[in-house]
């Protein structure tokens, strides 16, 4: 994997907090506390159950970028 920073500076891509309505927030805070209630499991598994999908579905809806989820595990 090449991690060099002109590859990070040019393709990294961040989600930005402060562009989500105080709505959405609190969406993604609520599909994101089923996920703080257990433990993590391999990322293969991880990215199976149905409360990590829904609070991916979450997140991506909120930052309309849902076409970018595609191809997931």
């Not at 907090?17 to 506390?33: M, R």
């Not at 199976?48 to 595609?70: C, L, M, N, W």
């Amino acid at each position: 994997m090449d991690l060099n920073s002109t590859k990070l500076k040019e393709s990294l891509r961040m989600l930005n907090p402060d562009l989500l309505s105080e709505a959405q927030v609190s969406q993604v805070l609520s599909a994101f506390n089923p996920l703080k209630e257990r433990d993590l499991l391999p990322l293969t598994e991880e990215l199976k159950r149905p409360d990590r999908v829904h609070f991916d579905q979450v997140v991506f809806a909120a930052y309309g970028i849902e076409q970018y989820r595609t191809g997931v595990i």
